[in-house]
Nanobody
């Protein structure tokens, strides 16, 4: 059974910072891309950032220059450092991972349950 567990969410003032973590555990052979998405109330889920196993990153235009993504392959963990937070960053943040359960198997997308980030004064 594979699990992705997020942590690090909370309440922060505008201009503040938060660091989210997501650890993947279970019977995992390897992990391709990992990333973060978010969903605000009444809005569709949107992709925030992704990082490949080789470290190549991609960001939504709305967070470029403010968010960074990194990963520790030895720990199957991905991080999202969020700086200069704005009220419009308020959302539930979901971790995702594209991973293989065994050698030669098809990759499968897994999602975490999400962690709430609220940016408010």
């Amino acid at each position: 059974q594979v699990q992705l567990v997020e942590s690090g969410g909370g309440l922060v003032q505008p201009g503040g910072s938060l660091r989210l973590s997501c650890a993947a555990s279970g019977n995992i052979f390897s992990i391709n891309a990992m990333g973060w998405s978010r969903q605000a109330p009444g809005k569709k889920r949107e992709l925030v950032a992704t990082i490949t196993s080789g470290g190549r990153t991609n960001f939504a235009d709305s967070v470029k220059g403010r968010f960074t993504i990194s990963r520790d392959n030895a720990k199957n963990t991905v991080y999202l450092q969020m700086n200069s937070l704005k009220p419009e960053d308020t959302a539930v943040y979901f971790c995702n991972a594209d991973l293989l359960l065994s050698y030669g198997s098809r990759s499968i997308y897994y999602w975490g349950r999400g962690t709430q980030v609220t940016v408010s004064s």
